[in-house]
């Protein structure tokens, strides 16, 4: 596929050199197959990841004293405390871990019941 792109504009420079005003056209159709693949693989990949790391980023810096988060190891916990960049998570009765922040995975809703239930 490189090869054959390579060719096309080579083709297309030469075409470029020898004929006047049709080797812009020549130039342009050489192009437009990558720009359409960029612009796709734009909407369909770039776009939704940015758009879900906004969201969690809300989520991370809106938790407060309560809430229930999964860390990135898997350890579900409520937060007991918060703090600029660390938050206290209560894994367990009387069991407390700092943790920071970003390694806060997902926020659980109050609403949102066990898949066994």
């Known amino acids: 596929m490189l090869t054959s792109s390579l060719v096309s504009i080579t083709t297309a420079a030469a075409a470029a050199s020898g004929a006047p005003g049709g080797g812009m056209s020549a130039v342009l159709v050489g192009i437009l197959p990558w720009l359409l693949i960029f612009v796709i693989f734009y909407m369909l990949m770039i776009r939704p990841q940015h758009k ?66």
Do not use: C, W
Not at 62 to 89: F, L, N, P, S, W
Not at 94 to 100: A, D, M, N, Q, S
């Open 52 to 117: 879900r790391m906004k969201e969690h980023q809300a989520a991370i810096a809106a938790i407060k004293k309560g809430d229930e988060v999964i860390t990135g190891g898997g350890i579900r916990g409520r937060i007991t405390k918060v703090g600029d960049d660390e938050a206290e998570v209560e894994i367990a009765q009387g069991v407390k871990v700092k943790v920071v922040k970003s390694t806060l995975t997902h926020v659980v809703t109050p609403s949102s019941k066990p898949a066994n239930e």
